[in-house]
DNA sequence: AATGAATGAGTATTCATTCAT
DNA sequence: CATGAATGAATACTCATTCAT
């Protein structure tokens, strides 16, 4: 366990200026000029700490990728026994991702919308990052359905990327309400409800 | 109800020679030389039926937003009368969705990968978009809660957008397999049971 | 045999212009910013014909060289039949280069102060070059020694680059001088007499 | 007479640094760096010994090109009483010479290749310090023919400048090659012989 | 005295846009 | 109408120099 020294927090301090502006304005309308305003430093402080802009907007973009992933992916995909488990478990995982998406709209910004902005290779590896995500809630359903608790006739890599789409387009809605968290329980509500019962009365 | 001349057929040419280069570098590592080169003309002759860079763009995403509502919001929500009808009408509008992210990949990645890449102002529009298509899933989904086959209890704006996540999770997958057609049967089927009887045994 | 076009002119007008420009300020000295105003042309339009800085100014500086060498190795080391048939060439190669210098003073300080100065792979390709110099003199020297009309105890190797320090030594003097035609002539009488029949008396 | 302090010997290995790395890849992709990092000090350090890079390359300059000078312009121009004296007094500074270039790469690149390349003021003050070595010899040739040893008929001057290109490039070739003693008695022999009785057999 | 983190002036290069032909 | 040569505003990046510690 190192402690982190001097450089270091600079470092950071820099990463969390660049983000707070790519996540305001763009990767590509962000230039040199607004991260150093923004930070309060010279141009060429960056350059002792990033190798350059590209450098910069994919550390960032990376580290809020983490974070994103970590959110969703806290837990094993194993341990629930039962629909009841299961169900408690994706209400946990719900509010961990909107909770961070409230807490730190830097974070979800830079994972939304400019993961895949910076350039071609980028996007690449953000779809890639999301077919990941899929494949993990794919684990979580094949655990159900080989418990009994889940229905065995869907097929587990479909629903793992369709629950996918169903949670950021709920996460990317929390960017953009003026009361997150009435609208984080409203989703979940009706959310689980469609997941584990459908919309057929 | 005026012809179209040799000018708005000159037009259509370049703005789909745009649309296939967005489509394939990206806007930001998009620039003129390489529209002209993919159209065999000049520089100069955009700027005869464009204003610049970023109306061509415009115009093709524009034009790729149009297509992608369109097939997603062909027919009109009141008119499903029955669980059956209305399962009916979403298998309908998912087959052309597909079909058309399928059959016409080039405007599905204006829509998914472009639509939100030019600028903050574009992105915005992307969303209210998004919004919007939510809104009016939201309004099938209420035609059958007044009609008593779609449960009562759920939020209709929540699933609206949800479904709309579900489905553009799908269509953006059809952009990334190599066999889409059996690709889009497997998520129609398996999608379908997710969204009327949910996941629960 | 083709007619040079108009992007041909251009291109040499800007190489002209560069020429100037470098040989004066020196390459480490000059900036677009220079070239264009010599010119009277924006920087835009040297990118269209050369790579960058650095391809224009090795490509002034291998025209300079050529034109140098030309003016040494412009006849056959091996006509020479007697010692006044090579002191008649020796002669006419010298008036040739001083000529050259005197009449293009651009090409002669490319050659002399810039070859070397771009980076340290242009300077072994001067040196390698004035090598083949060297060379190119030691096959006239051969020549003499193999008809009897030079001495056969020198080193025809060490000869060669040494004429080429005296007669590089003269042309460098060149441009220096308020009167070259005067300085030149002074050279050929001393340096002739040196050649052939030494200093002592 | 003052006893070198501590400052005066780091200064001197400063000096030493930056000559070698100067040697090594020339003064303009030198880079203060690169110093400190042949030395194992900051940057900082120079800045207390040297105003800039640009002083810390002319002290490097000058000092080499005072130690060449020094071997060329070792003894008077007055002493040699016959041709044989004289001829031992070349052969002498000739080996003076080529033994310091072979001894001291370092001392011989600077005056070779960095001493021009500063900048203009510089290049034309090592051009002056040409002539002025010219001017040195040509007062050995002017002793000589006043004594009537050498031949009258020649321009001092001239010669002076001429045997100063001889030497030079003989110096320069003892760089590039790989057994420099034996090259620089090669060098000796030929250029005597050349000197004093000329090419003609 | 020594250091090296911080700085920002300076510069090469790109590319959307114009307009003379 | 069509062209593509010319343009220069815009911008990322480097590196000599300073100065607080």
Known sequence: ?????????K???????????????????TNIADIARELGAGHGTFYRYFKNKHDIA?????????????ALADEPPEVATSLDEYRAQVTRIAHRLFDL?????????????????INRERAERFHAALDDLGSFTAAYIRNGQRRGFLRAEVD??????????????????????????AERDRWVDSVLTLMFHGLAS
């Open 11 to 29: 470092r950071d301090q820099i990463l969390a200026a660049a983000s707070r502006v790519i996540a305001e304005r763009g990767y590509h309308a």
């Open 156 to 181: 587990p890599e479909v629903i793992g990327l369709a629950l996918n789409g169903v949670i950021l387009a709920g996460a990317a809605r929390m960017l953009r309400v003026s009361d997150p968290a």
């Open 58 to 70: 994919v550390q960032a973009v990376d580290r809020a990728m983490r974070r994103i992933a970590e």
């Open 1 to 9: 366990m190192t402690a982190p020294d001097a450089a270091d927090l």
């Open 101 to 117: 998406v409230i807490a730190e709209p830097v974070v979800a910004r830079l994972f939304f919308f400019e993961a895949a902005a």
